[in-house]
């Protein structure tokens, strides 16, 4: 996970904003949807060609050309700042559709399409049987969660331990930047209720706090090779000191 994201740094470094223009899927989507926008950057006929928008667009959609890339524009309006002649606006779109329409690019729009949901269901493991695979409490089953659950990462921002952190490969393709708990960065807090709280399509359930601490998200284990009254007889209580739960005590030495 940390290698992936040092890659996207790196990345970045090579192009401004690299995730967001070449792999993001959400600015995928959206890109598809603005070349049917009914409003867009358009450029005036009192444009001399002088470049200046083209240098300041971040995303390389080059406003002030005739090859204006409007599925790459961000909308961050800095082209229009920087125009000293007024000749960019946002406006209704007046340019006619490129969209190519020929049976053949439909054909094979749609056989991509139709793939690419298959490719989706690859996973290198399945979610089902990763046994590491933990999802907040109060999460629905797997395929419910995942048809529910937008990637918004509402869940992710409130958790006060960052216990819930953005999936990569445990829950497959499909279920890419999804919640899941990990105990290397912290752990879910016994009095808290945030994540269902938060969750606006209901793939969290908001739980009241007493319903909360019900629920089982994880079997806990620890290696007797290095729990010291195991392996070194040596008295110790500290898990016990941290549980919130009193129906465990332990007598004698501690575990």
């Known amino acids: ?16 904003r690299f995730w967001c223009i070449s792999l993001c899927p959400l600015g995928a989507f959206y890109g598809f949807l603005s070349k049917y926008s009914l409003f867009k ?3 005036k006929d009192s444009c001399n060609n002088c470049g200046i928008c083209n240098t300041h667009c971040t995303v390389s959609a080059n406003p002030g050309l005739d090859s ?24 209704i779109s007046t340019k006619k559709s490129d969209v190519d329409i020929r049976r ?3 054909v094979i729009s749609s056989a991509s399409a139709i793939a690419a949901v298959g490719l989706m269901k690859i996973s290198l493991m399945e979610p089902a049987k990763n046994q590491y695979l933990i999802r907040p409490p109060g999460s629905k089953p797997e395929g419910d969660f995942l048809a529910l659950c937008i990637r918004c990462g509402g869940c992710m921002k409130v958790c006060p331990e960052n216990f819930l952190q953005p999936a990569f490969l445990e829950a497959g393709l499909i279920g890419l930047w999804t919640p899941v708990g990990n105990p290397k960065f912290g752990y879910c807090i016994y009095n808290c209720n945030l994540c269902g709280q938060v969750c606006p399509t209901g793939a969290i359930s908001k739980l009241t706090l007493n319903e909360k601490k019900k629920i089982v998200i994880g079997t806990a284990f620890f290696d007797k090779d290095r729990c010291l009254p195991h392996a070194y007889n040596v008295n110790c209580m500290v898990c016990e000191e941290h549980c919130p739960t009193s129906c465990n ?5 501690g575990t």
Do not use: T
């Open 1 to 16: 996970m940390v290698c992936f994201f040092l890659i996207l740094l790196i990345l970045n470094s090579y192009r401004q």
């Open 104 to 106: 053949r690019s439909v």
């Open 41 to 43: 950057i358009n450029r």
């Open 249 to 253: 005590k332990i007598s004698g030495k």
């Open 68 to 91: 204006f890339k409007s599925s790459e524009c961000m909308l961050l309006f800095d082209c229009i700042d920087k125009c000293l002649r007024g000749s960019l606006g946002f406006s």
